[in-house]
């Protein structure tokens, strides 16, 4: 078997692993990236890609509503799904194709195949049309991600039960759908599908709809859904099967009660890949819930291998995983510097408008939090968006910001200022006497 | 005549005087703001907010034509520009209702009238419902604001030709238009109607689009405008007259240039209100421009008196005047602070996509400049609005950003982020390490 030498070979080419070998690239390292998918992963492949592009067509129609009483009345329009699907393929290709130049900009060799780690140092790929070879480095960064939960009586059927990857192949907008899941996923397509028209129910496991922001927000935002798109959420009803019933789709609650739609939607989680190694060869190790045991700095156990993005943990988002491949790169290059550590990031689902969180928003002593609503600022009312909301925690000896959240349009720009502040350590005192451009959304921070 | 004691006395309620009399209620001041119109001003009674309306309306049809190719097709819209006026009365109304309220819960005293410094603690109100009477006041802060400016042969007529204030009242949108101005106003206005059907051709004095814009910017700017608005922009081309002709409006140019269309638009600037003194009873010294001369911190000739936003020259824009508010202010309360110095702000045109600029970005030794185009976001790709640039001026020593120029989607809130790293010395370097949310428009900074 051939074998080539490298200074890090990353495991996957998602987010996580575009970014770690790109930035390892540009930093000087020999790099191979290994993917069994191409440049994008499964993200630009079949998730982010795809949910974004649904998400933009259904933000152009609330767009065409929100005409009227602007100065023009739309005439209606017509769906054409093959458009969004030949979208969805271009965007995939065209997201793929610009990240493929800057990594090979960077000098990272790509190999097209199944990554398997075989020793400490060692990588082997295979790929059907070629003779399986090895790569071997003084470190590995597994970046592998995750493929979409789905239970033994809950499984798309391409036929009236979907999942985000195969949602393009849905024929029509449903008349009604059952979403089975109230995480970001599930969330998002519920928005999509009942802006473009369906009738949504939302059969969510937990209490909270999205449960990793802020309570307050997340029920301000399921009232906003439910009043302007008509969705039903029912929390605490996970699902235990969903099937299809001649021309119906039938969900079923682990409480026995029964949802009926045209179509389902199945959107309940995702499971980490590890398919790149096996247990008996290397004695990786894992957390009770079966991701990749990791460090703040994204080492495993064993000293030269790195893991970042979905296989160690929730949230399971190309923004942490960047994140973390940033980390691990620098912690390889400069080994142990406090000053790595990871930064605050930011959490979104890319709803219309967007709900967004960054750091804790957990009530504790010595903290406050203020609210302000986007209904007094210029520049949402004059887009005909003035809903939505920014919620802070300040730590009242200091005025730093440690965490905030909030729904709204332009919200993950926002949030990126609040990201910058926290991240250095300016307080909120500091941060609105910042005179925002006005009118923008922005404001909402500076806004007297 | 009756006479009441203040802290402070504001003239002018647009957005310098209603920040600096928010700003100083707030911190404990006895306030009375003066103003002959109602709050908000003319920039919210009849330049901003109604500007912001049809660039509204124009940014919600660009987005009806977004939708062909993303899964839908619009089936037209027509237009009402009844909607449009009437919207714009009730944002002007909520926009004044909004700041009224924040502006009591300050405790400042609105008084309307026509204010007049006669001493220089003496502020003379008179309006016609009531007899006059007099503000005296430690400290004085003058934000009179500006009108429009025309020529003895370049005037509004309210029936083909037209201006921002009464842009609403056209009964039609133009076949053709010709406008007169190329900053920000006639750039903003061109756009609007290029954007709502029809044939513009700009005539401006000046070489450049937008003159205060990064010349680089401003040039892609233009070629987008011209590529996607059929908009003809012709430089150095200075306006002497313009006159209605039967059905048509002739404008001519100081080179007796002539050029015809159906309508005319007048946008070549503005001139200060100064009416709030009389130069023989108040020695306050003017510039060369006739602006109100100030220093740093906003203060006049005359100590006790401080002058804000228009009155004291260019950028006429809301942001400049709130941000002099708040120094004004504070150098009130407290003296002599260098730290009070004004920071950066941002100057922007609010077409679809804005434009905007912060700092400076004239090229000098020791710098360097970074271009990013957006059709490397994802972000901008998926909402169809991938044209776009960040233009950034680097110092190369310790790689603090000086300026940063560009337009696209969601531009003014990015350049939030870049503002907040400019007022805090944050390097290009530290900033760019910021996982920024993925996929937002933010990521133009942080893209590897």
């Keep these: 078997?051939?074998?080539?030498?490298?200074?890090?070979?990353?495991?996957?080419?998602?987010?996580?692993?575009?970014?770690?070998?790109?930035y390892a690239g540009q930093k000087g390292l020999k790099v191979a990236l290994v993917s069994n998918t191409k440049i994008g992963g499964?993200?630009?492949?079949?998730?982010?890609?795809?949910?974004?592009?649904?998400?933009?067509?259904?933000?152009k129609i609330d767009g065409l509503r929100q005409l009227s009483g602007m100065g023009a009345n739309?005439?209606?329009?017509?769906?054409?799904?093959?458009?969004?699907?030949?979208?969805?393929?271009?965007?995939?290709?065209?997201?793929?194709?610009?990240?493929?130049?800057?990594?090979?900009?960077a000098g990272v060799h790509f190999n097209f195949g199944n990554g398997k780690i075989t020793a400490t140092h060692t990588v082997k790929v295979s790929a059907e049309s070629e003779p399986a070879y090895s790569l071997s480095a003084r470190n590995i960064i597994i970046a592998s991600g995750s493929g979409p939960r789905f239970l033994p009586d809950a499984k798309p059927n391409k036929n009236r039960i979907y999942a985000p990857k195969i949602a393009p192949a849905i024929p029509e907008i449903p008349k009604s759908l059952v979403v089975a899941g109230g995480g970001v996923t599930g969330t998002e397509y519920a928005y999509a599908f009942a802006a473009l028209g369906s009738k949504v129910t939302v059969l969510q496991s937990g209490d909270q709809l999205l449960p990793r922001v802020d309570a307050e927000v997340a029920e301000a935002f399921?009232?906003?859904?439910?009043?302007?798109?008509?969705?039903?959420?029912?929390?605490?009803?996970?699902?235990?099967?969903?099937?299809?019933?001649?021309?119906?789709?039938?969900?079923?609650?682990?409480?026995?009660?029964?949802?009926?739609?045209?179509?389902?939607?199945?959107?309940?989680?995702?499971?980490?890949?590890?398919?790149?190694?096996?247990?008996?060869?290397?004695?990786?190790?894992?957390?009770a819930s079966k991701m990749v045991a990791i460090d703040e700095f994204g080492r495993t156990n064993i000293p030269n291998i790195y893991a970042v993005g979905d296989i160690t943990g929730t949230p399971m988002t190309a923004n942490r995983a960047s994140m973390q491949a940033r980390v691990a790169v620098q912690h390889i290059l400069?080994?142990?510097?406090?000053?790595?550590?990871?930064?605050?990031f930011i959490e979104a689902a890319y709803t219309n408008p967007p709900i967004a969180q960054i750091g804790d928003m957990q009530a504790e002593a010595g903290t406050e939090f203020i609210v302000r609503p986007f209904?007094?600022?210029?520049?949402?009312n004059m887009m005909g968006e003035a809903e939505g909301m920014l919620k802070l925690k300040i730590r009242?000896?200091?005025?730093?910001?440690?965490?905030?959240?909030?729904?709204?349009?332009?919200?993950?720009?926002?949030?990126?200022?609040?990201?910058?502040?926290?991240?250095?350590?300016?307080?909120?005192?500091?941060?609105?006497?910042?005179?925002?451009?006005?009118?923008?959304?922005?404001?909402?921070?500076?806004?007297?």
Tied chains: 1, 2.
């Design 42 to 59: 499964r993200a630009v492949w079949s998730s982010l890609v795809p949910s974004k592009a649904w998400l933009a067509l259904a933000e």
């Design 1 to 22: 078997m051939n074998s080539y030498q490298y200074d890090l070979v990353v495991i996957g080419a998602g987010p996580g692993g575009m970014e770690a070998a790109q």
């Design 74 to 105: 739309a005439k209606g329009y017509e769906l054409d799904l093959g458009q969004l699907r030949q979208r969805i393929g271009e965007q995939s290709q065209l997201a793929s194709g610009i990240r493929l130049k800057e990594l090979e900009a």
């Design 375 to 380: 209904n007094g600022l210029l520049k949402a």
């Design 396 to 448: 009242k000896n200091d005025g730093h910001i440690l965490g905030a959240a909030g729904f709204g349009a332009h919200f993950t720009d926002v949030l990126g200022i609040i990201q910058l502040a926290m991240n250095n350590d300016i307080s909120f005192e500091k941060l609105r006497a910042i005179p925002l451009a006005h009118p923008s959304i922005s404001e909402v921070i500076s806004v007297l």
């Design 222 to 287: 399921r009232l906003y859904l439910e009043r302007h798109y008509n969705i039903t959420f029912h929390p605490g009803k996970a699902i235990r099967s969903m099937e299809q019933q001649g021309d119906k789709v039938v969900a079923t609650t682990i409480s026995n009660q029964t949802f009926e739609a045209d179509y389902g939607f199945i959107a309940i989680g995702r499971t980490p890949d590890l398919s790149f190694f096996e247990p008996e060869v290397l004695p990786l190790e894992l957390t």
């Design 334 to 344: 400069e080994g142990d510097n406090r000053k790595l550590r990871p930064g605050y």
